[in-house]
Structures are given as C-alpha cells and as structure tokens.
C-alpha cells in the first residue's frame, strides 16, 4: 500500500514566531483515508479506533487526511491543555 505524506499548519507565522506545522502519513484504498505510521500502520486513538474517514463523491484525499492529522494532533494533547501543565525540575535544583 503506498503511504502519503500531508503537512498542515497547526500555528500560523507571526512577527518572530515562524508558526508550526504538523506532518502525517496517510493511505487511501477503497474510498478510505486512513492515518498511519511510517511503517503504514494505522495510528490509534485514545479509545483504540484508527483515525480514518471515508472519502465523500468528490472528495479530496489530501484535504481529508490534513483534517485527521489535525484532529489527532489536537486529540494527542497537543493544544491548550499543554500550556499550564506542571514543569517537572530536577530534584538537585540543577538545569539540564
């Protein structure tokens, strides 16, 4: 099965910041966009099912899989919840 490769923005670019970007890998076989692995193994999400979504009459494969990749990028904690989560210092009192 041939893997795909989709990149989508999470963070646009702002003054000094130069935004960030989220890079997935998908496969489409049977009308069905699938997010994987780079091994092609479908990623799973916290509740065990494969992130994939059937492809709609028309529908672009690229633009699906981008949607997924977000919606997992968000679904890993990778959003907000992060932002007041606990630092976790070294019990010496030195920075690595």
């Given amino acids: 099965m041939k893997l795909h490769r989709v990149v989508v923005q999470i963070h646009p670019p702002k003054e000094d910041y130069p935004g960030m ?3 997935a890998n998908y496969t ?3 009308g069905v966009v699938t997010l ?3 091994a092609g193994v479908p990623i799973p999400s916290r509740y065990g099912k494969a ?7 028309l529908g672009d494969a690229h633009l699906i899989a981008g949607r997924l990749a977000k919606e ?3 679904a890993r904690g990778s959003g907000k919840r992060d932002f007041n989560r606990p630092i976790d ?4 009192g030195s920075i690595v």
Avoid: I, Q, T
Avoid at 51 to 57: A, C, D, G, T
């Fill in 21 to 23: 970007v989220e890079e």
């Fill in 28 to 30: 489409f076989a049977d």
């Fill in 36 to 38: 994987v692995n780079s």
């Fill in 51 to 57: 992130y994939e979504k059937k492809l709609p009459p």
């Fill in 72 to 74: 997992e990028w968000h």
């Fill in 89 to 92: 210092y070294p019990r010496n």
